[in-house]
Nanobody
Framework: QVQLVESGGGLVQPGGSLRLSCAASGSRSIIGTMGWYRQAPGNQRELVATITSSGNTNYADSVKGRFSISRDVAKSTAYLQMNSLKPEDTAVYYC???????????WGKGTLVTVSS
């Protein structure tokens, strides 16, 4: 199994930046694509960004040009650099890892990002 631990959330003013980290432990060799999702109060969880083992990325339209996902494959760590943050980015951000070859998802417990003046 895989355990994911997020860090880096907090309170930031509109226009500010934050960098989230997701560290994987356990059976790290089974991890394929990693990604970030978020869930705002009253909303469903939504995709923010994903990155494959080879570095291919995908972003939600709402964050394109502002957020950047990266990954250290050797350390099994994923990052989400968030710039030009807006109040509507306020949410709990969850790290996700997909198991190679088998349809299985692993989730972290989430880290809260609050964008407010």
């Amino acid at each position: 199994q895989v355990q994911l631990v997020e860090s880096g959330g907090g309170l930031v003013q509109p226009g500010g930046s934050l960098r989230l980290s997701c560290a994987a432990s356990g059976s790290r060799s089974i991890i394929g694509t990693m990604g970030w999702y978020r869930q705002a109060p009253g909303n469903q969880r939504e995709l923010v960004a994903t990155i494959t083992s080879s570095g291919n990325t995908n972003y939600a339209d709402s964050v394109k040009g502002r957020f950047s996902i990266s990954r250290d494959v050797a350390k099994s760590t994923a990052y989400l650099q968030m710039n030009s943050l807006k109040p509507e980015d306020t949410a709990v951000y969850y790290c996700n890892a997909k198991r190679r070859f088998i349809n299985q998802d692993f989730w972290g417990k989430g880290t809260l990002v609050t964008v407010s003046s």
